[in-house]
């Protein structure tokens, strides 16, 4: 069993590079694309589709797109007009759930308000879902049965909080704060499954700075920058920050802004055993994951053995 973690010296908290332990994991899947295809031919297919003109999401599919292609894969995306109807996205999926050389299918979200995130996320196949969101894989990773495909930024964390502790974290108190449907309630199954006693926090909390000062995990994703204070966290505890927030930077100049996560990250390290930054410390994690859940489908729809992917 993990023990907890003990106290680091004031300013002196390891940084959890998110950015290496993610390089390891693409790596590795690059070499297993290699021997596959070698092996049987098998080449995995990853399909994004994008809707609209929004900036970040444009970013984020770009590199989506060329981290697939480094890695090997068969990759396309389809981009389509800020007005396009749920009916055409709905045929689109269905085109690439019919595909045999698509082994994954990610609609980046949001979507425009007239096309409903729902049922788009339930029309895609649930062992193409490598964004792991179907109701489908959603059920079997709360229930431990079968063998789902996992979102990918809880997947992440969980790796980056292994790093941190070691392989097994059973018996550790974690708090999650943040309940959605993408990271905080995935996160928490994630958690309870590595035998942890886990709260869900979320802005109703009572007395949250008190909650989290409970834990000897914290992975904060509740979207508001910098709320998580130093003074809210155990000596020790590893801190996963899921947060990617804009806030303005005048000491840059006018107009400029910078990144910063959930976590006051300047008075965490001053407490904390572990933290990763903003950037570089769970955004990188998330394409990685994205990678292996799309080799894994692959895998799994080729009647060929997933690796594990650590």
């Not at 431990?144 to 292994?162: H, Q």
């Not at 070691?166 to 704060?177: E, Q, T």
């Not at 155990?234 to 107009?255: F, L, Q």
């Not at 904390?272 to 799309?294: C, D, E, F, Q, Y």
Request: glycine fraction near 10%; aromatic fraction near 2%; proline fraction near 7%.
């Amino acid at each position: 069993m993990a023990s907890a973690p003990s106290s680091s010296a004031e300013g002196r908290a390891r940084l959890i590079d998110g950015r290496a332990v993610a390089a390891e994991i693409t790596a590795h899947v690059a070499a297993e694309v290699a021997r596959v295809r070698a092996a049987s031919g098998v080449v995995p297919g990853l399909a994004v589709v994008l809707v609209g003109e929004d900036p970040a999401s444009h970013v984020y599919v770009g590199a989506k797109g060329r981290k697939a292609e480094e890695l090997g894969f068969h990759s396309v995306q389809y981009n389509l007009a800020a007005d396009t109807g749920e009916a055409a996205v709905l045929e689109l999926v269905e085109r690439l759930n019919l595909d045999p050389t698509i082994n994954g299918i990610l609609v980046q979200l949001p979507l425009p308000a007239q096309i409903d995130s729902a049922k788009v996320i339930e029309a895609i196949r649930p062992d193409k879902d490598v964004d792991g969101f179907h109701p489908v894989n959603v059920g079997r990773l709360a229930t431990g049965s079968g063998y789902p495909l996992v979102p990918c930024t809880p997947a992440g964390c969980l790796i980056l909080a292994k790093r941190a502790l070691g392989k097994s974290l059973a018996g550790l108190d974690a708090v999650v704060i943040g309940r959605s449907n993408i990271v905080g309630k995935p996160m928490a199954q994630l958690l309870l499954k590595e035998s942890c006693t886990v709260t869900l926090a979320h802005s109703r909390t009572r007395d949250l700075p008190a909650t989290v000062r409970r834990a000897d995990i914290v992975v904060a994703a509740v979207g508001r920058p910098e709320m998580v204070r130093g003074d809210w966290l155990k000596p020790g505890a590893i801190v996963i920050d899921v947060g990617m927030n804009r806030i303005p930077a005048p000491e840059k100049g006018e107009g400029k802004t910078r990144l910063v996560g959930d976590v006051a990250f300047a008075e965490a390290k001053a407490v904390a055993g572990a933290v990763t930054p903003v950037p570089g410390g769970v955004g990188p994690m998330t394409i990685a994951m994205l990678m292996a859940n799309t080799f894994i489908a692959a895998c799994r729809q080729n009647g060929l053995p997933a690796p594990e992917i650590a």
